[in-house]
């Protein structure tokens, strides 16, 4: 009863604490409350995002077991549930484990049987033919829906199967013809079959010949979101400027837009004409992501107004982990690694940071020390790192150059399977870098090109980066000379 007092007044560290106690009590064992208050504490506890307290949520849901000491069902599937929140490749397999688990005792749902198909699908390519059928299987029954059905779609498209992802299409044009989800899976296909002029009138569909205002805000944003992710940043731009006239968040998505677009100049002006006007916090965010995508050297103008404001940042928020991390993280992005390492190792020592701000700072440092004569320093940093994090992909990816700067060439390309379940361009050079000192060269070409296709161009590469494609393609090219 104090238990749901407390939760609804909003007084959520002491529902905790009063849950702990319930846990604790001894008079308490194998009883429906124990196992209530085990649930109430583990939903808690994954709020925080942190990694130790995922870990202590599904230890406290495996505790919850019948007389044969085995996990009750509905504890299972919540396991399940939680498992799938999460980023980590590990969390995935277990989340999978754990539904194989729950089909021998019950019939999956229709989500979980598609979770399921995804999750195979993503983590072994072996299965990818096992999931399609699985999900056309559950698309063809009367429980199906809209979401099974665009996810085989989906699915369809990722694997190179236009043709029956057009027959499977057809169901959802026939309910939903005009929904976003179902054009951008339209423009997708056109896009699969070459026929950029067809996406081009699928995207006008999305995004009307209309200003932006209150009453369509929403919709339009979605229609440029998907106009952008499918290759139409042009189209999505007139949506995002008329979104800066609305408000200074719009101001800030149209600034990241242009982030994105390598419009550097426009979109650092578009963030300093809402500067005063939004969170410290979301300026900082906002401007880290559009140095992110410069494509070339920033002016002296331009980099004496960073410095000022960082440095306003820190004078007006003396006391703010966020702030500190922020800028920081800033300080590496204009290629000033000294100051960012000093930074970090400032933070750390200073206990002021939460579970998660200490495995970012752990894991942004040991990414800067990843070379051999810091690399023993950075391998307990990138630890760390997991222990608050997770193993995710990358912070996996930071551990793999970690690896690889202490000749540990096997370690690095296992943590580079997972790290690259969420591929970026320079990724696939990470991965190259490692195939060249583990002398596969063929491997370190492949993945060279793997990077080139997902973008490599388009991105302005830090002198530690572009030294990495340098040495890869050195490497390749002397092998061809060879041979």
């Given at each position: 009863r104090l238990v749901e007092i407390l939760f609804r007044r909003q007084r959520m560290p002491e529902a905790i604490e009063q849950l702990r106690r319930i846990v604790a009590l001894e008079s308490a064992r194998d009883t429906t409350t124990i196992i209530w208050a085990r649930r109430m504490l583990?939903?808690?506890?994954?709020?925080?995002?942190?990694?130790?307290?995922?870990?202590?949520?599904?230890?406290?849901l495996g505790q919850n077991v019948d007389e044969r000491g085995v996990q009750l069902t509905e504890d299972l599937a919540m396991s399940v549930n939680l498992l799938l929140q999460r980023d980590e490749p590990a969390s995935w397999r277990q989340a999978l484990s754990m539904l194989d688990s729950l089909a021998t005792r019950r019939a999956l749902g229709v989500d979980e049987r598609v979770?399921?198909?995804?999750?195979?699908?993503?983590?072994?390519?072996?299965?990818?033919?096992?999931?399609?059928?699985?999900?056309?299987?559950?698309?063809?029954?009367s429980e199906s829906s809209n979401t099974v059905v665009a996810a085989l779609v989906e699915m369809l498209l990722d694997g190179n199967?236009?043709?029956?992802?057009?027959?499977?299409?057809?169901?959802?044009?026939?309910?939903?013809?005009?929904?976003?989800?179902t054009l951008r899976l339209d423009a997708k296909l056109a896009l699969a079959q070459n026929d950029r002029d067809e996406a081009s009138r699928i995207i006008a569909k999305l995004i009307p010949d209309e200003p932006v205002d209150a009453r369509n805000a929403q919709r339009m944003l979605t229609g440029a979101e998907i106009a952008e992710q499918l290759g139409f940043p042009e189209v999505a731009e007139r949506v995002f400027a008329d979104f800066a006239t609305l408000s200074p968040d719009g101001a800030v998505l149209h600034?990241?837009?242009?982030?994105?677009?390598?419009?550097?100049?426009?979109?650092?002006?578009?963030?300093?004409?809402?500067?005063?006007?939004?969170?410290?916090?979301?300026?900082l965010d906002a401007l880290s992501?559009?140095?992110?995508?410069?494509?070339?050297?920033?002016?002296?103008?331009?980099?004496?107004?960073?410095?000022?404001?960082?440095?306003?940042?820190?004078?007006?928020?003396?006391d703010s982990p966020d702030v500190e991390i922020q800028t920081a993280l800033l300080a590496d992005l204009l290629g000033r690694s000294d100051d960012a390492i000093r930074s970090y190792r400032d933070l750390l020592a200073s206990n002021k940071l939460s579970q998660l701000q200490s495995g970012i700072v752990a894991g942004n440092l040991a990414w800067l020390l990843a070379r051999p004569e810091t690399a023993d320093e950075a391998s307990e940093l990138v630890d760390r790192s997991i222990r608050e994090l997770g193993p995710h992909p990358d912070v996996l990816d930071t551990r793999a150059l970690v690896r690889l700067a202490r000749g540990q060439t096997i370690l690095a390309l296992e943590d580079m399977d997972d790290a690259l379940l969420s591929p970026t361009p320079i990724k696939y050079i990470h991965l190259a870098a490692i195939r060249v000192a583990a002398n596969d060269i063929d491997g370190a070409s492949a993945a060279l090109e793997q990077?080139?296709?997902?973008?490599?161009?388009?991105?302005?590469?830090?002198?530690?980066?572009?030294?990495?494609?340098?040495?890869?393609?050195a490497a390749i090219a002397a092998r061809r000379g060879e041979s």
């Open positions: 583990a939903s808690q506890l994954v709020t925080s995002r942190g990694y130790r307290d995922f870990q202590e949520a599904l230890a406290l979770m399921q198909a995804r999750l195979q699908a993503k983590l072994n390519p072996k299965l990818k033919t096992k999931a399609r059928d699985e999900l056309i299987a559950i698309a063809a029954t199967d236009p043709t029956m992802a057009k027959r499977w299409i057809e169901k959802l044009r026939a309910v939903a013809p005009d929904a976003p989800a600034a990241r837009a242009l982030g994105r677009r390598h419009q550097t100049t426009e979109a650092i002006e578009q963030l300093e004409s809402v500067r005063e006007k939004i969170s410290v916090t979301m300026f992501a559009v140095l992110r995508g410069r494509s070339g050297s920033l002016d002296e103008e331009t980099l004496g107004k960073i410095d000022r404001w960082i440095s306003a940042a820190r004078r007006e928020n003396p990077s080139r296709e997902a973008g490599l161009a388009d991105l302005q590469l830090t002198a530690e980066e572009a030294a990495r494609v340098e040495k890869v393609e």
